[in-house]
């Protein structure tokens, strides 16, 4: 499911909102998402999982071309953790949309 098709289910489930307000909610959901992972906060739906910024510590890497040796610097990263029912949905195969073989 891409962002353009989130909006589309939105405005659909939701007839009340029209194509903007559904593309308007959407980007406001996921701009404040990242601005909180960005500084370093935990997310977390219940029902669906939680994100969290993890750390990446620094390493030696190799250039796969010349094969030298490359310091790769440490990294903050964005990690998703599934919920229960999440997983367990997926687990059995249980379709988000019902009209999704």
Request: no cysteine; proline share 7%.
């Amino acid at each position: 499911m891409t962002r353009s098709d989130l909006v589309e289910e939105l405005a659909a489930r939701f007839g009340q909102l029209t194509q903007r307000d559904a593309e308007l909610a959407v980007k406001t959901i996921l701009d404040a998402m990242s601005e909180a992972l960005s500084r370093g906060h935990r997310i977390e739906i219940r029902g669906f999982g939680s994100f969290s910024v993890g750390r990446r510590a620094p390493r030696i890497g190799r250039n796969p071309r010349s094969g030298e040796q490359v310091a790769i610097p440490e990294r903050r990263v964005a990690h998703f953790k599934p919920g229960k029912a999440l997983r367990e949905a997926v687990d059995a195969g249980t379709p988000a949309d019902p009209h999704t073989p």
